[in-house]
């Protein structure tokens, strides 16, 4: 059984950086993808970023492109997402998630696409 653990969640001011660090076990080849997800209070999770375990491809939405960036270590075992130029509004309990079938086009980012998902790790951006 896969088992997803986030940390790097913390305080920051606005105008930061953080690095989340997703470690997956017993290792993350029997998944196809991951992807960082993020719920604020009162909110819907929404995706951020998500990598293609079987090379380089990313996804970003559009309120993170350019800030943030998904990479991951496969002999690690472990998927990063660096936060450059963090904003109040990213704000959140920070997911990552797996999935073990490739997402459709345009299904990326969709919580739908992920069936295994780690406890979160919060991020508080003040201004």
């Known amino acids: 059984q896969v088992q997803l653990v986030e940390t790097g969640g913390g305080s920051v001011e606005a105008g930061s950086s953080l690095k989340l660090a997703c470690a997956v076990s017993p290792h993350m080849y029997s998944l196809v993808a991951v992807g960082w997800f993020r719920q604020a209070t009162g909110k819907e999770r929404e995706g951020v970023a998500a990598i293609y375990v079987g090379s380089t491809t990313d996804y970003y939405d559009d309120s993170v492109e350019g800030r943030f960036t998904i990479t991951h270590d496969n002999a690690k075992n472990t998927v990063y997402l660096q936060m450059n130029s963090l904003k109040p509004e990213d704000t959140a309990m920070y997911y990552c998630?797996?999935?073990?079938?490739?997402?459709?086009?345009?299904?990326?980012?969709?919580?739908?696409?992920?069936?295994?998902w780690g406890q979160g790790t919060q991020v508080t951006v003040s201004s």
């Open positions: 998630a797996g999935t073990f079938l490739k997402p459709r086009a345009g299904t990326w980012l969709k919580t739908t696409s992920y069936s295994t």
